[in-house]
């Protein structure tokens, strides 16, 4: 028998397969139609799929060739926690970094709310610091 932490994770490895694979509908129609998306250095929760869409797009735009590794995953209850790391070209403007073209890594640690068999809330806490460090222009080249 399948418990219920187990249905969860599995949703999300299915969750992270969609968008390591570009399929951001696939993805969405696995979220909540009210998701709700609680992201470091925005005071409020953001609200809706389109949010979400928007912030993989932009990931996808400037990484396309995205791998995602689930380091760990643990769940009780309701709620869901996954180490993640992170790979890709920045092939893409992200944010103010045009393409470098440089290989980058970085590591998240994320946490789910699953609502029956949809994704509800997540609290992301990515290494931005880590990954625009390695995408910023390299100061030595001047």
Known sequence: MTTCAEKNMALLHTAYR???SG????CAALLTEDFIANVPGIPDPLH???VWRLGAEAMLTAF???KIDVLDMFGVGDKVTVLVHF???HQGAFQQF???GRRVEFRSIEVYRI???KIAEEWVAPDMLGLMQQISPDPTAH
């Not at 399929?23 to 696939?26: C, E, K, P, Q, S």
């Open 115 to 117: 609502d029956g068999d």
């Open 64 to 66: 396309p060739d995205l």
């Open 23 to 26: 399929g951001l509908a696939a």
């Open 48 to 50: 809706g799929r389109e």
């Open 87 to 89: 790979q890709g070209t």
């Open 18 to 20: 969609s968008l390591e």
């Open 98 to 100: 045009e393409a470098t």
